[in-house]
């Protein structure tokens, strides 16, 4: 069959690629080992595009020319072996769809921060009056967006396992906010396979391209020499003063992105609407990119000064009796729940706990001897936490629901503290998704 396509998985990521296969006149079809959503499989169906569901027809599918694989699907997973054996090209949705679109791609990846720093460049940008979506990783899929519209730039935020399938794609801005162990299990439990992972964003950059990453994260910088790109470099800090990029002093952010610059962007850290070390570096990130694309000083000190954070992270739900409660559930793992308690400026009950993915504590302990005062398990499975606690806080107590463990949590604060819930573990044991766990968080809050 001439140009035949392969999706694997049938999610966000799988449905648009298929829809725009379908709008470019190729011949797709779409395979999921499980089933199919309802509103996926309806568009399918509208769009006449075959599928299967609950298993793989692997006739067809080693038939294939190339294949788009769901960044979820494992490189160990048997069919994906046979593939790779056959040496049919396998390629994310992301790659897929740059084929379609000569918009400039602004590429956001990193352990944490990605989500922020994405909806805070598309906010900056939208500001700036550009035609610009956000797209990738973050909700809606990069190959749905190109079929419906064309826009000029896109913010897209990028997950190693979408990295790993791309070979041609290029980011014309790459950001890379820190580099922390994570999903090291698809990466036979090596720190380095990770971390070449992420550098695949600066792929195929030339010298025209800018990549914007962190002076002050460790496995980047250590990483950098080893990993050849052609791209500018503009770094960002918190701790040293740079000639190139951005940084803070005094409370104050500087930015100058290139030699001799007639206006470097200064404002206040305290002017910013994303409060905690973490959201500083993200708003310089966005910065930076708001320089390089020559928009107006006066106009990204706005963006950063009104922007209003994404659901589930640091996310202010309710003041109730002086006692404020924050959402943090997108917190799942522990660097996310590190940069969650150092923004943190009251006495804080601490919500935490769920499927744990090997986590080591370690580095939350000062954080938390400093910061916490009770901490409140939201789990099945809590004994690493007391275990790593224990000695460092006033109480640990166990709860095996949201609502629960909200009601603890206020019976316990006083007022003037705070009522946080970041994680640090994944949330498969009592909710769907960490969407779930903040919107049960948020549901109890607002029953108190």
């Not at 010298?207 to 080893?226: P, R, V």
């Not at 660097?335 to 804080?348: G, Q």
Request: proline residues 2%.
């Amino acid at each position: 069959m001439e140009n035949n396509l392969i999706i694997l998985g049938s999610g966000e990521s799988g449905t648009g690629a298929a829809i725009l296969a379908k709008q470019k006149g190729l011949n797709v079809f779409v395979s999921d080992a499980g089933k199919i959503s309802e509103n996926y499989k309806s568009e399918l169906i509208t769009n006449e595009i075959p599928f299967e569901e609950n298993g793989h027809s692997e006739e067809i599918i080693l038939s294939a020319i190339e294949i788009i694989k769901s960044p979820g699907i494992d490189e160990k997973n048997s069919l994906v072996k046979k593939i790779r054996e056959k040496k049919i090209k396998i390629i994310s949705e992301i790659e897929f769809a740059a084929r379609y679109t000569n918009a400039q791609k602004i590429c956001i990846t990193g352990t944490n921060g990605k989500t922020t720093t994405t909806t805070l460049v598309t906010h900056l940008l939208k500001k700036a009056n550009l035609n610009v979506a956000a797209a990738g990783n973050i909700g809606t899929s990069f190959a749905r967006l190109v079929s419906q519209k064309n826009y000029d730039y896109y913010v897209l935020e990028i997950s190693s396992f979408q990295l790993d399938d791309m070979y041609d794609f290029k980011a014309e801005t790459a950001v890379l906010t820190n580099i922390t162990p994570d999903h090291l299990d698809r990466y036979d439990y090596s720190i380095q396979k990770y971390v070449d992972s992420k550098f695949r964003i600066t792929q195929n950059q030339t010298e025209k391209d800018n990549f914007i990453y962190c002076a002050d994260d460790e496995l980047t910088i250590n990483n950098l020499s080893n990993h050849n790109f052609s791209s500018n470099p503009i770094p960002f800090s918190y701790s040293q003063k740079l000639a190139i990029g951005a940084y803070v002093a005094d409370g104050e952010i500087f930015s100058t992105i290139k030699t001799n610059q007639l206006n470097p962007l200064t404002m206040l850290t305290s002017e910013l609407a994303l409060r905690g070390r973490h959201n500083t570096y993200n708003s310089m990130a966005a910065a930076i990119i708001g320089q390089s694309l020559d928009i107006r000083n006066e106009t990204i000190r706005e963006a950063l000064m009104d922007f209003q954070n994404v659901e589930h992270r640091l996310e202010k739900v309710a003041t109730i009796r002086g006692i404020d409660f924050i959402n943090d559930s997108k917190a799942t793992n522990v660097n996310s729940a590190w940069y969650a308690l150092e923004s943190m400026d009251k006495p804080t009950i601490w919500i935490a706990g769920g499927t744990d993915k090997g986590n080591d504590y370690t580095m939350l302990k000062e954080m938390v001897k400093e910061k916490v005062r009770i901490i409140v398990c939201l789990g099945l499975d809590n004994s690493k936490i007391h275990e790593a606690f224990g000695k460092d806080v006033d109480m640990i107590i166990n709860t095996t629901s949201a609502q629960e463990a909200v009601h603890v949590a206020f019976k316990l604060s006083k007022s003037g503290e705070a009522v946080l819930l970041s994680p640090a573990c994944a949330s498969f044991d009592l909710f769907k998704n960490y969407e779930d766990r903040g919107r049960q968080f948020k549901n109890a809050v607002r029953n108190l």
